[in-house]
């Protein structure tokens, strides 16, 4: 019986037959940030902060208001646009340097692997020229691995988390000096490591960590270079550096300004202006012809002469003059396309799945190990990666006979192939002389020169071996995106995708006899349909595609397969860049919430739970909140107690009070009352207990020892500010979800800043004695505030008072508790904000709501509670 119960639960643990998967709620996962079952998604982590984009509107930001004229304003607009010229210049010349030592290692490798492979091919010791390559890739992916144990967040290309960054997240490390030199001198290594990735996602990542570091003139990495700059001190301005930054990487690495300014538009900045495209449009600009000024100089000698936009460069796609029937493509085309981008759409999903699978076993088998592990992954992609590249071929190519238009090439190939000649690209390892290896020509060129190879040469590539290059190639790639070196996935999507597209237009020649057909117009339809399927772009990705083929009637080809793509990998899975959002438990918020979840109030979502300050609270209280709790902000407020007026030390502060309250009102206890009896499985410990308590349906009245305990609290913060007692167990519903008038919000880091400055005054002073801060004072320790941990207590009085109200928020964004779920979600998500109270009719906070109370996952763990109390 024993063994049949231990089968059973082997069988059902997809079904949760087992009484021990069962121990926590879908809500407590949600909450946790952990995974229901092994192969669940996993859910959002709780320890993600979020970043500060609305605009504090305290006494010192009023204060620099009214110094503001039209002068100074006009000073920091001239400023703000050349700090975004200055982003694009640095972008390009960070493109400019990866490129110049990619195509000198490269060059390096593959001359001399090429020398050793003609020299052993007559003499029978090919098995040295493997070793050869071995050696020089196994360096080059050793060196990228170090790179990446030295700062881990270079790992990857960088778009998800950036796309995160620009969604409000703050994800560690991710925007600074050190990452910025690990990801370029990673990606330099790891793409002439010969790995089947690219180096134009990398490029997005650096452009927006020099559009984050460049306009703060500092660096936490390097301490010593600080400048005293009191410019774009807020989250609010970096992140509108980091979106100019994210769209000059793009520019830089496509030649396409446009395509990088939709780009940073479509996947990463949720919060838009008019204002702030132009100058994303400029950073953009700035970075591709600073990038095209540099490359046409140093490659062709001809400064100024601007001819080699981008990083990657499609050539100009162009019909024979001898070919009188050829045409780019034609309305009949169009069915063939919608078709290609069916099967993008399958061969995405399918990549976007088996990265997935490959990523949750490295996230369960590889990372906890110790970190030479990763080291020892990415030497052994490489190993394989190489191995299969030379085998393939020596033993799968073919010996082709050269044709006319491969000895003599294309005018416009020729260009873009920078000073090299066409016959330079095309390998002729193992063949006689006057044929050529067609799987080594795409094996042993860097990606670039492939995807022209298949772009633009004619009749080169027989259909065996483009299908077992796309097949080794999907496999190698799939398995290299995502181990532990700086990796993009633009090029190789393209690659592998060029070579589908190519192959597609072989059949329809040879065997279907379309002898219309341009090869060119398939392979980049074919390119466009694969990196749809697998990033799932749409806008951005047109513009980049239609910008870097310089070809504006390939517009509408493009737009539609892209979209075809798009719909088909959508109906199974997510691109790959939310996959992997998702997979670090990142709380992204969507691009609006889904229409059932109108069924949802505020009320329903909001934590109700909160920890509050006063107006006017003592040292002690406010060190113990901050030591005790892990929130990043505090109402600030007062007790509501009738028709009670406050006056504390100088300063009246009078409550919000009504006299009356209707029974509609929602009150803090009231709505925990109702959810201690509709869910008995809160995540709070504390809630748990209540909810094993019997309540009252209707509130007590209030007595006179309770007024007189909540006078006698009067300066006792609540609840939990002392280690050493716990009210909470004694404390009625009523006493721990007291009515409170809302006076405004304060951050943790204002607060601290207040108590590392000494910013108090005695009870036997008034407020007004207590010293007032700056605005460049409040925000001079920007990003990184003091932590309240390395605070010493020893030089702060405990009794002493902080009057907060000049340094609080006193209008931050609020909303009803009746407010529907899609309003809350709009109105977080597009004003950039970080918490959202929820006031009710007669002023007082009933609770607040964070990006992680708009999760996906949150709502539909409280959606499916509604469903329950139906």
């Known amino acids: 019986m024993a063994g049949c119960r231990g089968s059973l639960c082997c069988c059902c643990r997809w079904c949760c037959c087992c009484g021990e998967r069962e121990t926590r709620t879908p809500e407590e996962l949600t909450i946790l940030g952990e995974t229901q079952e092994e192969e669940d998604e996993i859910l959002p982590r709780k320890d993600y902060e979020s970043l500060d984009y609305d605009r504090c509107i305290n006494d010192p930001y009023l204060e ?42 490269t060059q390096l490798k593959f001359g001399v692997v090429q020398t050793s492979v003609e020299e052993c091919s007559q003499k029978g010791c090919l098995a040295l020229s493997l070793l050869e390559l071995l050696g020089f890739n196994l360096t080059f992916v050793f060196l990228a691995s170090i790179l990446v144990l030295i700062e881990p967040v270079a790992a990857g290309s960088g778009i998800p988390e950036i796309k995160c960054y620009l969604n409000g997240v703050k994800v560690p490390g991710i925007v600074r000096l050190r990452t910025l030199l690990c990801k ?44 005293n700059f009191p410019y774009f001190r807020s989250d609010r301005d970096k992140r509108d550096f980091v979106s100019a930054g994210a769209a000059a990487g793009v520019a830089a690495a496509f030649g396409a300004p446009v395509g990088g300014t939709l780009f940073s538009l479509e996947e990463g900045s949720s919060f838009w202006n008019q204002g702030l495209t132009w100058k994303v449009l400029f950073c953009s600009m700035s970075a591709t012809f600073t990038l095209n000024f540099f490359r046409s100089g140093i490659q062709f000698g001809s400064w100024g002469s601007f001819q080699l936009p981008g990083l990657l460069n499609f050539g100009e796609f162009k019909c024979s003059d001898s070919d009188k029937k050829c045409h780019l493509w034609t309305a009949m085309d169009l069915g063939f396309f919608v078709v290609m981008g069916v099967i993008g759409g399958l061969l995405g999903a399918t990549f976007n799945c088996l990265n997935k699978r490959l990523a949750k076993y490295r996230m369960r088998n590889v990372h906890p190990k110790p970190k030479l592990v990763r080291v020892l992954e990415s030497l052994l992609v490489s190993v394989v990666t190489t191995v299969v590249v030379f085998l393939a071929s020596m033993v799968l190519g073919e010996c082709r006979q050269m044709s006319a238009s491969s000895q003599i090439g294309n005018d416009s190939f020729q260009l873009q192939v920078t000073s090299e000649d066409v016959n330079s690209s095309i390998k002729t390892f193992f063949c ?153 438990g990142v709380p992204l918020l969507e691009r609006e919430a ?61 409550s919000n009070n009504i006299k009356f309250k209707t029974s509609s009102t929602l009150t803090r206890a009231g709505e925990q009352r109702r959810r201690s009896q509709s869910m008995k499985s809160y995540p709070s410990s504390e809630l748990r207990n209540v909810c094993d308590e019997h309540l009252p349906s209707e509130e007590p009245a209030q007595k006179e020892d309770l007024l007189q305990q909540m006078l006698e609290r009067r300066y006792t913060p609540y609840p939990n500010l002392y280690p050493d007692q716990s009210p909470s167990e004694d404390w009625t519903m009523e006493e721990r979800f007291r009515p409170l008038t809302f006076h405004g919000l304060i951050l943790r880091a204002q607060l601290v800043t207040l108590l590392v400055r000494g910013v108090c005054y005695s009870e036997s ?93 949150f709502l539909q763990a409280r959606l499916r509670q509604h469903y329950q109390t139906i």
């Open 765 to 857: 002073q008034s407020s007004a004695s207590q010293p007032r801060l700056s605005y460049a004072e409040m925000a001079e320790d920007y990003p990184r505030y003091p932590d309240i941990h390395d605070l010493d207590l020893t030089l702060l009085n405990p009794r002493m008072i902080v009057d907060v109200t000049p340094y609080m928020n006193p209008s931050p964004f609020t909303v009803s508790p009746n407010t529907h779920v899609s309003q809350v979600f709009n109105l977080f998500r597009t004003m950039g904000l970080r918490h959202l109270p929820v006031v009710n009719a007669v002023g007082e906070i009933v609770g607040i709501i964070t990006r992680h109370n708009l999760t996906y996952e």
């Open 184 to 227: 370029v001198f990673g990606v330099l290594f790891s793409v002439a490591g010969g790995l089947f990735v690219g180096k134009e996602g990398p490029m997005i990542h650096s452009g927006a960590v020099v559009g984050a570091g460049l306009p703060q003139f500092q660096s936490m990495s390097l301490r010593k270079i600080q400048f």
């Open 64 to 105: 620099v208001l009214e110094t503001m004229d039209n002068k100074k304003g006009r000073r920091y607009e001239a400023v703000k646009w050349m700090m975004v010229f200055a982003i694009g210049v640095c972008t390009g010349l960070v493109g400019l340097f990866v490129d110049f030592f990619v195509r000198l290692f």
């Open 594 to 654: 889904a229409a059932e979840m109108d069924k949802l109030r505020a009320s329903d979502i909001m934590e109700p739970n909160l920890t509050y300050v006063y107006p006017h609270t003592r040292i002690q209280s406010l060190v113990s909140i901050l030591r005790t709790t892990v929130h990043h902000a505090f109402p600030v407020v007062t007790e509501n107690r009738g028709n009670e007026k406050e006056f504390m030390k100088g300063n009246q502060l009078i």
């Open 432 to 584: 006689p002389n006057e044929t050529y290896n067609d799987m080594a020509t795409l094996f042993f060129n860097p990606q670039e020169s492939a995807i022209l190879q298949l772009f633009h040469q004619d009749s080169t590539f027989s259909p065996v071996t483009l299908a077992l290059f796309f097949a080794l190639y999907f496999l190698l790639a799939c398995w290299t995106y995502g181990i532990s070196v700086p990796s993009g996935l633009f090029v190789p999507s393209l690659l592998c995708g060029a070579a589908f597209g190519r192959l597609v237009a072989n059949v329809l020649k040879s065997y279907i006899g379309l002898g219309h057909i341009y090869s060119g117009t398939f392979a980049l339809i074919g390119a466009a349909a694969f990196l749809g399927g697998v990033v799932r772009m749409t806008i951005s990705l047109t513009v980049i595609l239609i910008e870097s083929t310089n070809e504006i009637t390939y517009g509408l080809p493009i737009m539609v397969t892209l979209m075809v793509a798009k719909w088909t990998g959508d109906f199974f899975s997510k691109g790959i860049y939310d996959i992997h959002v998702g997979l670090r």
